[in-house]
Every structure is written in C-alpha cells, then in structure tokens.
T-cell receptor, first 113, second 112 residues
C-alpha cells in the first residue's frame, strides 16, 4: 500500500514550458486535491476533485488545469510555466465526507527559471 | 487567503518541555484537524476533533476546541527532538463539496 505517490520529486522548467505533475493514490479515495506551499503562506488549495469526472477550483487555480479520468489519478498541468509558479506542490487524498483526514504525498519541488 | 491562522509562527523549546500552539479560524466548522510536516516531507495527520468535542487526546498530544472563540490549541507534552517539525491546523469547509483550508503553520524546534 503505497498511499499517495507524486512524480517527479524535483523539476526545473523554463518560463513558458508546460508540464504535468503526476499524483496517484491506491486507497480508493474519492477526494483528491492539489496544494502549493510557499514560504510563510502555508498550503493553498489549487484544484480538487470529489470523484472521477468531477473537478473544481480552489483558492489559487489560475495557470493550472486538472482532470480526473480515474479514481486513482489526479494530474496537475501547468500550461505555460511562470516564475510565480515556483513552489512545492502537494497532492492529497481522502474520503469525501469532510470528517476524514487527508493523506499527502511527499511533494514535487518545482523551479521556474 | 488563509482562514486558519496558527500562532506562534515559530517556537523553540528544550527537550522535555511542553509545546503549545494555537489555531484560529473564521467560519463555522464541523471538525478541525492538526497535521505535522517534517522538513522536506508531506503533511501527516495527527488528530481530528469534531465541533461537538471540547478536548481530545492521542498519546502525548492534547487538542482543545473552543467553537465560541473559533480557536483550537495543540499541546505536545514532554517534547522530544523528533517533534521538531511544522504544525498546521486545517478546517474542512463545505460549500457544495468539502474544501480543506490550511493555516500558515507553527515551526517547532525542540533542542536536545
């Protein structure tokens, strides 16, 4: 049981490049979410999903796209990377009833030059 | 913007001492959760307290919740160097579906 797996762990991009951060969970959780963590800002919710085919915006969705074609996977896409997107990105999953803890991956450290 | 705010932002104590950190929030909740984050790692869930509970214990952790003041506290007793980490509170907010809103965290350093 691997929990929540994020790949890659580190990535450096140039401004304007695109990339996809991968997130997979093996706990059959319906709820999955993406956060970014910046110094002094805590975690900010980017996008989340309550099940396959259903996604919604969080606090800071601009510049990011998501899709949820399966229960297990929830990729985050940066269409045209900007230096302001330099951050650590975390994926998390949980049951959907709002009374369950979230399980986090170990993060992807992304630098945009 | 973050609606959960922890204080202090940073805390440094000696091993064996108790550590207390606080979390304030702005809207009504059905539960509040505390997480720990070790350097370079993801967050790990510590404890969940429901809105109808006032206190909850888990090992050396004690969490209190005061819904009238919209605040919670996390107490770590007899701290150890391994407790050095950042601690975050999180509140699931319901607006059709649940969104988890995290605070800005308290950085705890336990000196051996």
């Amino acid at each position: 049981n691997a929990g929540v797996t994020q790949t890659p762990k580190f990535q450096v991009l140039k401004t304007g490049q695109s990339m996809t951060l991968q997130c997979a969970q093996d706990m059959n959780h319906e709820y999955m979410s993406w956060y970014r963590q910046d110094p002094g800002m805590g975690l900010r919710l980017i996008h989340y999903s309550v099940g396959a085919g259903i996604t919604d915006q969080g606090e800071v969705p601009n510049g990011y796209n998501v899709s949820r074609s399966t229960t297990e996977d929830f990729p985050l896409r940066l269409l045209s990377a900007a230096p302001s997107q330099t951050s650590v990105y975390f994926c998390a999953s949980s049951q959907t009833d709002g009374n369950q803890p979230q399980h986090f991956g170990d993060g992807t450290r992304l630098s945009i030059l | 913007s973050q609606q959960g705010e922890e204080d202090p932002q940073a805390l440094s104590i000696q091993e064996g001492e108790n550590a207390t950190m606080n979390c304030s929030y702005k809207t009504s909740i059905n539960n509040l959760q505390w997480y720990r984050q070790n350097s370079g790692r993801g967050l790990v869930h510590l404890i969940l307290i429901r809105s109808n509970e006032r206190e909850k214990h888990s090992g050396r952790l004690r969490v209190t919740l005061d819904t009238s003041k919209k605040s919670s506290s996390l107490l770590i007793t007899a701290s150890r160097a391994a407790d050095t980490a950042s601690y975050f509170c999180a509140t699931p907010r319901f607006s059709g579906t649940y969104k988890y809103i995290f605070g800005t965290g308290t950085r705890l350093k336990v000196l051996a």
